[in-house]
């Protein structure tokens, strides 16, 4: 291992600014996401209150579907976070792909692109998942709406 001067080193510095950036956005969504997950996990507790109370018959099959709908909410932002928690995880092992390149001398060039190219699609698998859990609260939002007594 040869010992590189500061001048040496600034542009390997430069070149691990763009994993360290994603890792900062892919954190701002991580952060979305968790929240997002604990208000989904936090309304399926309550409708399972609900249906213990007994509601109206009528009432049951929909806070039901409801609650499946809640579950599989969960399930996908799970996955979104999984995907965008992997993705933050490949931004660090590519900065450090680049540091260890640099210290042994070591060709790194195409394992670089293959985990920047692995973080990218975890990163979109994540965003993608997250479309989904949109959709899907759409669709609990119409249970509501039905749920809502007439003339309010």
């Known amino acids: 291992m040869q010992n590189h001067s500061l001048t040496e080193l600034v542009p390997i510095l430069q070149l691990a600014i763009g994993p360290v950036i994603l890792i900062s956005g892919v ?17 399926t507790r309550g409708l399972v209150r609900e249906l213990a109370a007994g509601p109206e018959a009528a009432h049951a099959g929909l ?9 599989r909410r969960a399930s996908i932002l799970r996955l979104s976070i999984t995907l965008a928690a992997v993705a ?3 931004a660090g092992v590519l900065i450090l792909m680049l540091f260890l390149g640099v210290l042994l001398e070591l060709r790194v060039g195409g394992g670089v692109v293959l985990v920047f190219a692995a973080a990218v699609a975890a990163l979109i698998g994540s965003i993608l998942a997250f479309i989904r859990d949109l959709n899907l609260a759409l669709a609990a939002l ?8 007439p003339g309010r």
């Open 27 to 43: 954190g701002m969504l991580l952060l979305t996401f968790t929240n997002r997950f604990g208000r989904v996990v936090d309304r």
């Open 63 to 71: 806070l039901r579907a409801q609650a499946e709908i809640l579950t």
């Open 88 to 90: 933050a995880l490949l």
């Open 142 to 149: 119409r249970i509501d709406l039905r749920l809502a007594p």
